[in-house]
């Protein structure tokens, strides 16, 4: 088992910067994927952005948002830049096994609890 906690969100204007922080605890191994997902209010859950072999983004948070590793303490780390009001949503920091399929919700079997971020117009 994986246990994943997220810290960061909260209420920033548009143009605005966050940052998102996941501490990953338990059977984590260097073969471990981690990625952040969101659910804007009303909608399904969608991938944003994921760290394996290489990094990933999802075209609508590219050049803006970028996610970060720090092997050694188990961190995973997302800096949002030049925040829109679209980026509104719960995000969730998620973990897998080996790199494959880094951007399908139904790829993660572990999940935070989620931390609200709140982009204002």
């Known amino acids: 088992q994986v246990q994943l906690i997220e810290t960061g969100g909260g209420l920033v204007q548009t143009g605005g910067s966050l940052r998102l922080s996941c501490a990953a605890s338990?059977?984590?191994?260097?073969?471990?994927?981690m990625a952040w997902f969101r659910q804007p209010p009303g909608k399904e859950r969608e991938f944003v952005a994921a760290?394996?072999?290489?990094?990933y983004y999802t075209d609508s948070v590219k050049g803006r948002f970028t996610i970060t590793r720090d092997k050694a303490k188990n961190m995973v780390y997302l800096q949002m830049n030049s925040l829109e009001p679209e980026d509104t949503a719960v995000y969730y920091c998620?973990?897998?096994?080996?790199?494959?399929?880094?951007?399908?919700?139904?790829?993660?079997?572990?999940w935070g609890q989620g931390t609200q971020v709140t982009v204002s117009s």
């Open positions: 998620a973990a897998k096994y080996g790199p494959s399929t880094y951007s399908s919700l139904g790829a993660y079997p572990f």
């Open positions: 338990g059977r984590t191994s260097s073969t471990l994927a």
């Open positions: 760290s394996s072999w290489s990094t």
